[in-house]
Each structure stands twice: as C-alpha cells, then as structure tokens.
C-alpha cells in the first residue's frame, strides 16, 4: 500500500512570506496531483505532474516533482491571506482511484 | 455551471438508520467517485464508478453501497449507520481521458449518533 507523507502537518505564516510544502512517497507516483482544500468546500485542483524533474507554475505557486518521482514540492511566494486553506498531494494511479496524503494546513495572517 | 452537486449538506443520523447521499454530475463524466474525509486521514476511496453499471469498492467500502444506473448520478448508500461512519463524504467526478478534468462536490456532513 502506497503511503504518502506531507510536511510539515501545520504552518502559520505572515503575509509576503515565502513558504515550502512537501509530498513524499514510499513508492513511484504515477502521476502527482496538488489541490487546495478550503474550509467547508471540496478539494480543487491545482496542478498536476507526470514526469519526473518536471516543474511547474501557477501564478505564485512552483510545484517541482522529484526526479526519481517519488518526491515532489510546493513552494509559494509572497504569500496571501487567500493562500490560506488545506493543500493535499495525491497519486493518481489509475486516475479514477486517487490515494491522498493526510494534507498541510496553511494560514496566512494579515 | 453546477458541476458537482451533493446533497444534503449536513445530515444527523441516529445509528442504525439508512440514507442516501446523492451525487449529480452535469459534465458526462464518465468516472465518479465517493471519499470520506476524517481528521488526521486525508480522504480515502469508498467506491468508484467507470460507467454507467459499473461500480467497484475502494479502500473503505464496509457499511457503503452504490449503484450507477445513469452517467449523470452516483448515489452513496448508508445501510445501517453507525457513529464510525461520522465524517464529511465528497464525490468527484472526471473525464475518462483528461488526468485535469477532475471536480469535487462541496461535501455532505454525516453525523451518526
């Protein structure tokens, strides 16, 4: 069974910091997806990647996947309240049967 | 513009009892799924569907059924509630050959007492 770990579980931050989230697996990932839990709302995809060394980006937010991929970051600049919510990694697998880690909680203060 | 749309939101129980969480899809996806998200567990699979009659079980299947006779809806059976079954249930929806096209619901809050 695939295990995926996310650090750190929790991080508070101020406004215009700069911040790095991780996603380990204790196996290749098939293909890694990040998403954005707010409160009350369901996951929202971010970003997802498939090729090892692969690095993406959205506006502030950099995703790198590792090159052995069995790693990948998150890493977010300046960081805004808005930036605040759960963000969770995921392998896709089969890409209808996603296993997700336990997730990092981001706040943001003003 | 509904996407994903579950209902109810929120539901109390008391154990023993059955209900259906429904999901809705207005996308023609083909794969729906249904996860339950507890504090510290992530969301893990309950069941998933390819298709229309097609169904198999996830990571926690125990306690839940489902059944797929349209493309459009998903419905998660509770059979016998009980107080474990307490968590927030999400349904995603996605296309068979876009890995992007993946959307959640907004979530069911289930509390069985």
């Known amino acids: 069974t695939q295990l995926l770990e996310q650090s750190p579980q929790f991080l508070s931050i101020q406004e215009g910091e700069n911040l790095t989230v991780y996603c380990n697996s204790s196996?290749?990932?098939?293909?890694l997806q990040w998403y954005r839990q707010e409160p009350g709302e369901g996951p929202v995809l971010l970003v997802t990647?498939?090729?090892?060394?692969e690095v993406k980006k959205l506006k502030r937010l950099t995703f790198q996947f590792g090159d052995a991929r069995k790693d990948s970051s998150l890493h977010i600049t300046a960081a805004q309240p808005g930036d605040t919510g759960l963000y969770l990694c995921?392998?896709?697998?089969?890409?209808?049967?996603?296993?997700f880690g336990k997730g990092t909680l981001l706040t943001v203060n003003p | 513009n509904a996407g994903v749309t579950q209902t109810p939101k929120f539901q109390v129980l008391k154990t023993g009892q059955s209900m259906t969480l429904q999901c809705a899809q207005d996308?023609?996806?083909?794969?729906m799924s249904w996860y339950r998200q507890d504090p510290g567990m992530g969301l893990r699979l309950i069941h998933y569907?390819?298709?229309?009659?097609?169904?198999d079980q996830g990571e926690v299947p125990n306690g839940y059924n489902v059944s797929r006779s349209t493309t459009e809806d998903f419905p998660l059976r509770l059979l016998s509630a009980a107080p474990s079954q307490t968590s927030v249930y999400f349904c995603?929806?996605?296309?068979?050959?876009?890995?992007?096209?993946?959307?959640f619901g907004e979530g069911s809050w289930l509390t069985v007492v």
């Open positions: 995603a929806s996605r296309n068979a050959w876009e890995i992007d096209t993946i959307y």
């Open positions: 196996s290749v990932f098939s293909s």
């Open positions: 990647v498939v090729t090892g060394g």
């Open positions: 995921a392998d896709g697998g089969s890409n209808y049967k996603l296993t």
């Open positions: 996308m023609n996806h083909e794969y």
């Open positions: 569907s390819v298709g229309a009659g097609i169904t």
